[in-house]
């Protein structure tokens, strides 16, 4: 069964700080990946995906996520967070059936002014 | 967005009441989700459907139903409403390159 990963469940950054949230994937087949930002009081939106090609993918709001299929990894980047980045993040991977998209638990970003 | 609906958007019930949550979306998109979001847990898929009339399980689908007789509804109905329900509940509508849609949540609580 596929099943997701985000190792972290809290993260407290100051302003500037850059930002790594782990992504990890279990699935043998091909995978679609996804990372979504929920932003405190509003519903889930898309930050950026990967499908195939480039494995360094550009997302909004200068986020990138890099897939490497040795490590089954997505992780999430951000050079330079900003207080507007607070929200939670959740990795989701799309393997095999369609429909069956599996999301991670998510991990709460916090960044200090 | 997929012009997702969700109503009601805060619903506070009892134990053992009949709970109906609607999704709605006017731009005919075939798949539509139903999940809930839980502290510590994320989202979970409840069920999710490919068509009118053509729904499945997700992982948490024990205590719901699901209904969807035309495209643009899809209803997540709770028989009988638990306390272990309370839950923000996300309907979803995947549109081109299975990009998902998100509508803007339903807070349920079970008293």
């Known amino acids: 069964a596929q099943s997701v990963s985000q190792h972290n469940h809290h993260v407290i950054l100051s302003e500037a700080a850059s930002l790594e949230l782990g992504c990890n994937y279990s699935?043998?087949?091909?995978?679609?990946l996804f990372w979504y930002v929920q932003y405190p009081g509003q519903h889930l939106q898309l930050l950026l995906k990967y499908f195939s090609g480039d494995p360094l993918v550009k997302g909004i709001k200068g986020f990138e996520a890099e897939f490497i299929k040795s490590k089954f990894s997505f992780n999430l980047r951000k050079p330079s967070v900003q207080w507007s980045d607070t929200a939670e993040y959740f990795c989701a991977v799309n393997g095999g059936s369609q429909g069956n998209l599996i999301f991670g638990k998510g991990t709460k970003l916090s960044v200090k002014p | 967005d997929a012009g997702i609906t969700q109503s009601p958007r805060h619903k506070v019930t009892e134990t053992g009441t009949p709970v109906t949550l609607r999704c709605h979306q006017t731009?005919?998109?075939?798949?539509m989700y139903w999940y809930r979001q839980d502290p510590g847990h994320g989202l979970r898929l409840i069920h999710y459907?490919?068509?009118?009339?053509?729904?499945d399980k997700g992982e948490v689908s024990d205590g719901y139903s699901v209904s969807r007789s035309k495209t643009e509804d899809f209803l997540l109905t709770l028989e009988s409403a638990t306390s272990s329900q309370t839950s923000v509940y996300f309907c979803?509508?995947?549109?081109?390159?299975?990009?998902?849609?998100f509508g803007s949540g339903t807070q349920l609580s079970v008293l």
């Open positions: 731009e005919n998109h075939r798949y």
């Open positions: 459907s490919y068509g009118v009339k053509d729904t």
């Open positions: 699935y043998g087949g091909t995978v679609n």
């Open positions: 979803a509508v995947q549109g081109l390159n299975e990009k998902l849609f």
